[in-house]
């Protein structure tokens, strides 16, 4: 069975600033993705980045980018210069390839300060 | 751009009911899915469906039930609500794909609260 484990669940980041949220999971699978959702206060969870494990390379998307480290099963989400819109929970989580069913962690609540 | 939508944000029922949680996507997915969230314990797996008619367990089914008779709508059903059942229930539907394609796309939420 898959686990995805979120050990801190809050964290706080001044505006402007960079913040990383941590994330470790475990599995036995070789053929897996790793996602990041973002669920803004009273609004819709969206996708914010996704990686696939059989790619070395990091995914990033603008802002959003991520330190996927194979071997420790240790996939981190770094958001650079912090915006107040960036404020929400952050969810991580894993698949299987030959599966569709999410393994969520527990979620981390961002919170930005002007 | 994927469209998800569940019939209620807020509902409120007594202990005992029957409850219909309604979610409908737009997006010709193959895949539906029903999550409850609590605080502190994340996103934990109802039920999902793989095809019209065709359902399979999550982590927690217990005390739920879903039906999927048409491939855009997936309903939740809670045949006798109790307090334990209320909670944030989230709906998401995602592709049949291959490689990781199947991102999943959530609706907006139900907050359920069971007197």
């Known amino acids: 069975a898959q686990t995805v484990t979120q050990s801190q669940p809050e964290m706080s980041v001044q505006e402007a600033e960079t913040v990383t949220l941590s994330c470790t999971y475990d599995t036995s699978e070789s053929d897996y993705y790793l996602f990041w959702y973002k669920q803004p206060p009273s609004r819709q969870m969206i996708l914010v980045i996704r990686q696939e494990a059989y790619k070395q390379q990091n995914a990033t998307e603008n802002r959003f980018s991520v330190n996927f480290q194979k071997a420790a099963k240790s996939f981190s989400l770094k958001i650079s210069d912090s915006q107040l819109g960036d404020a929400a929970m952050y969810f991580c989580a894993h698949k299987t390839g030959a599966n569709s069913k999410l393994t969520f962690g527990k979620g981390i609540t961002l919170s930005v300060r002007p | 751009d994927v469209k998800v939508t569940q019939s209620s944000r807020y509902l409120v029922k007594r202990t005992g009911e029957k409850v219909f949680l309604e979610c409908v996507q737009d997006m010709d997915h193959e895949n539906m899915f029903w999550y409850r969230q609590d605080p502190g314990l994340g996103l934990r797996l109802i039920y999902f469906?793989?095809?019209?008619?065709?359902?399979e367990k999550g982590d927690i089914p217990e005390g739920y039930s879903v039906s999927r008779e048409k491939k855009e709508r997936f309903s939740l059903i809670l045949e006798s609500a109790s307090t334990n059942q209320t909670s944030m229930y989230l709906c998401?539907?995602?592709?049949?794909?291959?490689?990781?394609?199947?991102?999943?796309?959530f609706g907006p939420g139900t907050r359920l609260t069971v007197l």
């Open positions: 469906s793989y095809d019209v008619k065709m359902k």
């Open positions: 998401a539907s995602s592709p049949r794909g291959t490689r990781g394609t199947d991102t999943q796309y």
